[in-house]
């Protein structure tokens, strides 16, 4: 028997058909067996992530998650509806403190928002169920369980427990034509970042959607009654009367990232869009995109304690490398990076688990495969909770907050300040800067002409602190040895020369958004520079790229002191940040305002003494122009693959096999066109007409900026790629016309191959075979491939043209 479906919602499909039929990127949909009846083909819709945050939208609907059958007559039905897209705080227009209080009204129910994955339950039939993820239905001769086959085991055990059958809850869900939502929270199928007692492992219910075109929730009180009654585990709430009252409450849970003592992801607000005041016309960039009385979702998430969470695990796993397979290896927090240190907890968990590895070594035998991960950070936070644990942290937090007093206090006589950083971060600005606030002695290693330079620019240091208290010792000091050979040089020195790094970061962002930094300014200063100057070639963009893969981290135990500067700070915000380290640090006294000004104006006309000539250009580029030596040309895409992915893939064997053996791409890119495809007997046309494109931006002194879409990771046994989808340019500007053009003579062809490989089983492996993975899994002919999406992640990019 088919269920009456109702025009409305019949239409909505229609609407998606059409619209999958005139632009397949922006509605696509799969097909499968219902696994309770193969006779019954299923339909998964899934929308363009990116495009849910577009006004006015695109799409008929915002639901994600959309199951639905194609009836005998030709109508629709939707078998199973998810939550339309909701968005966190600021996210959005409409999610806005100020517009949340215009545009809803009390109640608001905020809800955990678990931490776990989606399943939707629902009626296939008046007898039969279907359960799904997101957007795939689990199937029976999967190797490895699906969530949806995850998500199926508890309900069977659920409605085992209490005395039901599937018809039985078939049922109910078909006559009352809803929609049941659950979190499965199962450590033993799929680790999160947060733990999941045995009480609380299971289904976590926390919504009842009707399945309509339009979106309807049932309030929370009905789903939790349906919980008890289904045996699924209720998801906490608690009911707000006003949005202040919701931003008070957040903002204190904020806090500590904890409710009722359990960290949490966030919460889901629910309530319900108000009628608009008299009179009014609210933007619809402002306004929920809801008519009134309708329900609404938005969302408050925290970034604590996850990021601390994923420091610590990414310090356990430094500290096992360091001590090395046969454990004989010395573990020394002092050799961790700087950025993963900066909390007291971290500071204190370092210390601790270097002695849990000593002590129990098995427990950390799987560690590295993501196993065991939450048990060691449970212990930690039970060793946090003692006496001695509060006793540690505080001391690292009072050590924190004295550390710079306490290098003052420290018997020092002369001190270096040394820099840590690469091409473009401005480091020589600043010191210019500083030596005219101060009087420090300057000395530049890129004015050394010698053979060997290093040896030159130690004894210049070392002269300067004959007649001055403090030296700028300006060099990248990108490498640990660097920091040493000045440390070395003035061990002698008594009392002990202090180093002070002024520290430009690199794991603050993405490689490539530093690339696009640093070389946008080494092009901005033209020929000012002893060496390091712009050429058609680009080759300093290649010199930037040496620098950012070859960096070594600071480690705190390397200096005595250490100042965080910001790449993106400009000039005046950097000698700021740097003469308020100095006041700090080395008791001198503020310098006054214009003081500082006119040594911004020093640092900005600030020419060098010594040019050197320009290196010849290697062989095959001499005289050749942009290009000459690139064998294809790409989008640099501003992500960092491991930190995207792990959360996602933690689970899945070849992710972890890829990290393993170092076969992740460090420098992620997106192959546009290859040299191959202009050679041979009849090179293609139109692939030499794109050339000639990508030539043009790659030679560009500021190229155009693009943005786009990272959709889904996908694999087989031998290679693992992201899809890139939704290329358009991200700002207007002086590049802006041939941005535009490049993306209008983007074709097809191209478009549906883009991606980024993540990494090949082994070297045997092309990383082209890429290509054809991603291509057949966007036919839907591809076999043996898995996938799994990313979300909305919107990453941005140039276009450059490489060598290898």
Known sequence: MEKSTSAEDSGLIKELVALSHKNGKLVRSSKYAAPADSRISVRSWKMQEHKYYVVPSPFPTLARGLFTVEQEDGEHRIVARGYDKFFNIGEVGWTTWPSLEAHTEAPYTLSLKSNGCIIFVAALTPDKLLITSKHAIGRTNEKKLSHAGAGEGWLRKYLAQKGRTEADLAAVLWERNLTAIAELCDDSFEEHVLAYPPELTGLHLHGLNERTKAFTTLPHAEVDAFAAEWGFIQTASIELPTVAA???????????????????????????????PPGSAPSPRNAPPYP?????????KFDEPYMMYRDWREVTKALLSMRGANGKGTMSVGKLPKGKMRRAETQAYARWVVEEIRRDPAAFAEYNDNKGIVAVRERFLAYLASDKGKKAVGAFAAQGEGEQSAATAKEFGKTIIVPVAIPGCGKTAVAVALSHIFGFGHTQSDDVNAKKAAPVFIKNVTELLKTHDVVIADKNNHLQQHREQLRAATAS????????????????????????ICADRVQARGTNHQTLRPDAQAAHEDVLWTFITKTEPLAPAEVDAVVDMELTDDLGAAVQRAVDACVRILGLPAPAPETVQAALEQARAYAPRVKKPDAPAPAGKKGKGAGAAVRYFALLPEVQL???????????????ALQGAGRVAARPHVTLVHKRALEGDAPDAQAAAFWARCAGLHAMGAPPLFRFTLGSVVWNERVMAVTVEGVELAAEGGAGQAGAEFVSQLQEEVRRRLHITVGTRDAHVPPVEAKALVEAWRTGTATGVQSVELGRVVATGRVKGLQM
Do not use: Y
């Open 246 to 276: 919701v931003r008070a409450f957040t903002t204190d849970v904020g806090k500590t990232g904890a409710w009722n003592g359990v960290p949490v992801e966030g919460f889901v607000v629910r309530t319900r869009v108000a009628p608009p």
């Open 642 to 656: 491991a930190p995207l992915l792990a959360p996602v893939l933690a689970d899945v064997p070849f992710w972890r």
């Open 493 to 516: 020195f008594q009392p002990p020369v202090r180093l002070l790094a002024l520290h430009w970061a690199l794991d603050a962002a993405p490689p490539a958004t530093i690339h696009r």
């Open 292 to 300: 009134p009385g309708s329900s609404f979702f938005f969302k408050v």
